[in-house]
């Protein structure tokens, strides 16, 4: 599947889950299917997904959902090993994983010889998903209704959308996002 | 007083209650503090870069965060201080033991603590260099207040001497 049919079918099963989006076309692309005030959209810090919606998880406790990519998790690869460690059981790790480097012209990763999940499982990550296009109806609901926290792999396509920047200033995204999550506590 | 019990000290006066952590000898009885106060959220990581990223998230969250840490780290953080805290407007209390500074045994070590201010002024990062535990118990509440005031990172440079 294309990667930004993924981020469409996910999107469209979360209602009040604060999510945090790597830098690049994937933020490109989640902004263009659908924009809200749960939404963080990486401008930089290329790595730190994970990161963020491991500080976010701990820190309130609302569901965070991370999409985060392979090359992007690989250049961050102690991070999960701290998630699993602190263990939030609100934080669901999406890994879109298309063996390559999308957003700077799709060179190669080592994810197409390293199962990420694989890595995962081998952290201890406890709770784990696999999607590829053999499973193409995937159910996005169970993964919601689980507890974790809770490593998805799913592969997709290299190659992105033909969408435009994000229209938002770095501060405007930060300000939405941070009363979103005021306003709900 | 004890230069350890000061900075602890000074964290609480701040309101700080989510600390990141990587490692110094010199910081290791604050570790200690802080993991055992139980208003703390301690998260020990893997690499300083990755420390900001979750002192990103949390105060996002509503926490007020801080990141120990041996300034050899802050040479693998560059990006995410300016790409994140400074493109974003995120504050930050940076707790750093400075080594390579007076009194120095390790040669090794002065390279980077040459390069630390310079990183820093780099960065345009503001910082302070408190020399006595009665110094840092004062400055370090007033540089969380610009952190959070001003949506930047702040520096804490701790000598060799200091502890």
């Known amino acids: 599947m294309e990667r930004i049919e993924t981020i469409k079918k996910i999107a469209s099963e979360l209602t009040n889950e604060l999510v945090v989006c790597n830098i690049g076309f994937p933020s490109r692309e989640l902004y263009h299917i659908k924009d809200s005030s749960t939404h963080f959209y990486m401008l930089g810090s290329m790595g730190l997904a994970s990161s963020i919606g491991l500080g976010l998880a701990m820190s309130c406790h609302r569901k965070v959902v991370v999409f985060d990519g392979d090359g992007s998790i690989l250049m961050n690869l102690g991070s999960i090993v701290t998630i699993f460690n602190q263990n939030p059981d609100n934080l669901i790790l999406i890994v879109l994983d298309n063996e390559c480097y999308g957003s700077t012209g799709s060179q190669c990763t080592y994810a197409s010889t390293v199962n990420l999940g694989k890595v995962a499982e081998a952290v201890g990550f406890k709770y784990r998903f696999f999607f590829d296009d053999k499973n193409k109806e995937f159910n996005f609901k169970e993964v919601l209704n689980s507890y974790g926290p809770i490593f998805v792999h799913i592969k997709v396509k290299p190659g992105n959308a033909d969408v435009p920047v994000i229209p938002m200033e770095a501060i405007e995204i930060k300000d939405r996002f941070m009363v979103e999550i005021k306003t709900s506590k | ?163």
């Not at chain 2, 290791?28 to 959220?41: A, E, F, G, H, L």
């Open chain 2, 1 to 163: 007083m004890d230069s350890s019990q000061a900075v602890y000290n000074a964290l609480k006066i701040s309101g700080i209650n989510f600390v990141v952590s990587l490692p110094c000898v010199n910081l290791s009885k604050i570790m200690k503090m802080v993991d055992s106060d139980k208003d703390i959220t301690h998260v020990p990581v893997t690499r300083e870069e990755e420390g900001f990223g979750i002192c990103a998230g949390a105060f996002m969250g509503g926490k007020n965060p801080v990141i120990l840490m041996q300034n050899s780290g802050l040479g693998n953080s560059v990006n995410a201080l300016a790409s994140l805290f400074e493109l974003y407007k995120l504050p930050v209390l940076m707790i750093m033991s400075h080594r390579g500074t007076e009194g120095e045994f390790m040669s090794a070590q002065i390279p980077m603590g040459i390069a630390t201010p310079k990183v820093l002024d780099a960065l345009e990062i503001l910082y302070f260099n408190p020399k006595t535990p009665e110094e840092a118990l004062k400055i370090i509440p007033e540089a969380w207040k610009i952190a959070e005031t001003e949506g930047t990172p702040v520096g804490m440079l701790l000598d060799i001497k200091f502890w």
